[in-house]
């Protein structure tokens, strides 16, 4: 079923208001994160804000965000600020897209189903950014490049679209295709990442993976239940991003005011970092001054060419949301907090690496506000999987030796701790002058990009001889499928039984076909549903799963 979706007035957008319902409930976070070391956490990577104008008393906010530098993002006297995400453009600018609306709003902060979109540009990443155009009508906005080279503003329910970032832009719609799987908590607040042929990889709000070919075309969901961590929490503002070597994610929990921070190799199946992604208390200045923002929201990155994260926007509030009214003295902004990047590291090893390994060597390479041969503490490096080393275990270094402007480190193989739930492996250390040194490098006798074939429910008719089985399958991989295995069982209390197989044929990126098969047992009679699984590849260490309910059809 293809469907339009028209969420913008209905959005949750992340309270709900009985009464002066308190928007922080304490989580308990686990014991193990009590090990961490510095560098296991996805929050260890924010820095001091560089120091831009001078400290200003003389503004809007509660008294924890008092004095700032209001010169950090975007802000004024005139609007609230909402969630927006910055690229680097061909001007050598910077062009942040943000939305907001006017402080003297009659519902105050709750007017933001009513909200615009900006342009705003800045010569410096941090800003302050000044509004050059208005885009139109929308909240949440997502800047990124098509396949084709134009560009494309994601907003709640709709997206704009121009060759240029400076416009014009055009309105439209997207198409949502969500092939017999339930909606995770509807679609607002997506967020998109591009994969290396172009096509799009998105994450909804409910914590969804869909694809597009090219982005504008339909968006098809993968996954029928959310990628999320498996914790209480209530999840929304979802960012996605890709590296040269990674998938990354963060999602937040609103009420706990904690965020999470995933990694995958394919954008389908996650793995759950340790540790806080974010929290309050992130706003620190060079100069020592902080700023206590009652919450922070809607977080986006800026990347490198490399796609490495440098710096991470938020929307922020001074105070409860219902509490922002009109022509008050709260209200929320856009603020920029620098990131410690990665470092670019390649293992040289050819073979696969295990316990049994001996020593294992990476290269560091230099880069321009980085020189590997003089700014690292190789003392203090660690390397492994990211459960060794996110827990100060990990293997040694053994020996350094330099290599034209680089660095090759060899450590040793004794306690690397990789196994084969590991897509990358990590380390961390510190510099000379004391501050994080990270990384993460693929590994060798790993392929990164793989078919990713997905199942709709089967349709099932009776026939004279039994049962007719039809099953569509598509590959949303960038790379052709080989011949591959489709298996149906029945379900009943968990239990499982056999029902049918077939083979599914190869097949191109985004490419699908229809599996027709017979079934002749006596499983269906008497039955008017049917609970199925779905599995393709079943000998896979992740085989591509769907459940499904099936009515049958005479």
Not at 508 to 519: A, Q, S
Request: hydrophobic share 35%; with cysteine.
């Amino acid at each position: 079923m293809k469907l339009i979706f028209k969420l913008f007035p209905v959005l949750i957008f992340g309270i709900i208001h009985i009464g002066a319902i308190a928007q922080i409930k304490e989580r308990e976070r686990p014991k193990s994160w009590d090990s961490l070391v510095f560098g296991g956490r996805f929050m260890d990577r924010f820095l001091p804000i560089p120091v831009q104008g001078t400290l200003t008393y003389d503004t809007w906010g509660a008294k924890d965000v008092i004095p700032r530098y209001i010169n950090n993002g975007i802000e004024d006297s005139i609007n609230s600020y909402w969630g927006g995400k910055a690229v680097l453009g061909k001007d050598s600018k910077y062009h942040l897209f943000v939305c907001g609306w006017s402080e003297n709003s009659p519902k105050g902060h709750m007017y933001w189903s009513k909200s615009t979109v900006f342009h705003t540009v800045s010569e410096n990443s941090f800003g302050p950014y000044k509004i050059k155009d208005t885009i139109g009508h929308g909240h949440n906005p997502e800047v990124f490049q098509l396949k084709d080279g134009r560009y494309m503003i994601y907003v709640i329910d709709g997206h704009y679209i121009s060759n240029s970032l400076d416009g014009p832009w055009e309105y439209g719609k997207f198409e949502f295709d969500n092939r017999d799987r339930k909606i995770i908590e509807g679609l607002s607040n997506l967020s998109f990442a591009k994969r290396e042929d172009g096509s799009i990889i998105m994450v909804c709000r409910g914590g969804g993976i869909w694809f597009s070919k090219t982005g504008i075309s339909p968006y098809n969901q993968v996954t029928e239940t959310r990628v999320y961590p498996p914790v209480e929490g209530e999840f929304e503002d979802p960012v996605i991003w890709k590296t040269n070597v990674q998938y990354h994610m963060i999602v937040n929990d609103w009420l706990g005011r904690i965020a999470f921070s995933l990694r995958s190799k394919d954008g389908v199946n996650w793995k759950v970092d340790p540790g806080e992604a974010y929290a309050p208390g992130i706003s620190n200045y060079e100069d020592g001054t902080q700023e206590k923002w009652f919450k922070y929201e809607r977080i986006k990155m800026l990347q490198d060419k490399y796609g490495r994260a440098t710096q991470a926007h938020f929307a922020v509030i001074d105070t409860v949301k219902w509490n922002d009214l009109q022509n008050d003295n709260h209200s929320s902004k856009h603020i920029i907090i620098p990131l410690t990047k990665g470092k670019l590291a390649t293992i040289l090893n050819k073979k696969k690496i295990t316990a049994k390994t001996k020593t294992i060597t990476v290269k560091i390479e230099a880069e321009n506000d980085f020189n590997p041969h003089t700014d690292i503490d190789f003392n203090s490096l660690k390397f492994g999987a990211t459960e060794q080393v996110n827990f100060g275990r990990g293997s040694k270094v053994v020996k350094t030796e330099k290599f034209g402007n680089d660095i090759i480190i060899t450590f040793e193989g004794k306690g690397n701790g990789l196994t084969n739930d590991n897509f990358v492996a990590k380390i961390i250390g510190k510099t000379t002058d004391n501050k994080l040194l990270f990384s993460y490098a693929r590994l060798p006798e790993i392929n990164y990009i793989e078919p990713i074939l997905s199942a709709r429910m089967p349709k099932i008719t009776k026939s004279a001889e039994g049962y007719d089985i039809s099953v569509e399958i598509e590959n949303f991989g960038q790379v052709d499928s080989q011949i591959s295995k489709l298996k149906l069982v029945y379900l009943d209390n968990n239990i499982e039984t056999f029902l049918v197989s077939a083979k599914v044929p190869k097949l191109k990126p985004f490419e699908k076909t229809i599996i027709h098969l017979k079934y002749k047992g006596k499983m269906f009679i008497g039955k008017e549903t049917l609970p199925l699984k779905v599995i393709i590849n079943p000998k896979n260490k992740v085989p591509s799963i769907l459940h499904s309910n099936i009515s049958l059809s005479e």
